[in-house]
T-cell receptor, first 113, second 114 residues
């Protein structure tokens, strides 16, 4: 079973608050990803990282930011939460290679009121 | 435009019955195709991954097929169980970028009734 963790699992927060969603993996993977998923919709890549000090924006524009100071840790931050940020956020990691397996965390369900 | 389309959108079957889920894609250049199972409120879990040269791959009661010529894949579930109730997502990877871009379908929501 993949060892990738996300906290918190559920978060309800007011508009304007700063939040950080945590993601950690113990598999030593270089690549890590953040996806956003709304109910009944496909996953959208919002950020990814090839390794320490490497971060890139994904296909879906997001007001969030990420950092990668350690291999195992890839937190996502929203400086000022808005109701439009309400969604499920999924973190994933993978090894290198053409047919790499991508392992997903359990997700964080964010609700901004 | 690279896309992944899945059908049906939702499916209800009785426990013990078989079912087949479909996936059509237009992703090019093709690298591999994956099927994931996503339980409600959880992250996706990989079931199978197939490359261009593979036609069939099984994982227990799950059997995936791939026709790279017609760009179609199917996931067959045998002797369904209540725990099979989940969303099944087809994901296609391309070879056109270093990242190995993944294209996600919207999933088929399967409900197994007792």
């Amino acid at each position: 079973e993949a060892d990738i963790y996300q906290t918190p699992r559920y978060l309800v927060i007011g508009t304007g608050k700063k939040i950080t969603l945590e993601c950690s993996q113990t598999m030593g993977h270089d690549k890590m990803y953040w996806y956003q998923q709304d109910p009944g919709m496909e996953l959208h890549l919002i950020h990814y990282s090839y390794g320490v000090n490497s971060t890139e924006k994904g296909d879906l524009s997001s007001e969030s930011t990420v950092s990668r100071i350690r291999t195992e840790h890839f937190p996502l931050t929203l400086e000022s939460a808005r109701p439009s940020h309400t969604s499920q956020y999924l973190c994933a990691s993978s090894d290198t290679g053409a047919n790499y397996e991508q392992y997903f965390g359990p997700g964080t369900r964010l609700t901004v009121t | 435009k690279n896309q992944v389309e899945q059908s049906p959108q939702s499916l209800i079957i009785l426990e013990g019955k078989n079912c087949t889920l479909q996936c059509n894609y237009t992703v090019s250049p093709f690298s591999n195709l994956r099927w994931y199972k996503q339980d409600t409120g959880r992250g996706p879990v990989s079931l199978t991954i197939m490359t261009f040269s593979e036609n069939t791959k099984s994982n227990g009661r799950y059997t995936a097929t791939l026709d790279a010529d017609t760009k179609q894949s199917s996931l067959h579930i045998t002797a369904s169980q209540l725990s099979d109730s989940a969303s099944y997502i087809c994901v296609v990877s391309d070879r056109g970028s270093t990242l190995g871009r993944l294209y996600f379908g919207r999933g088929t929501q399967l409900t197994v009734w007792p």
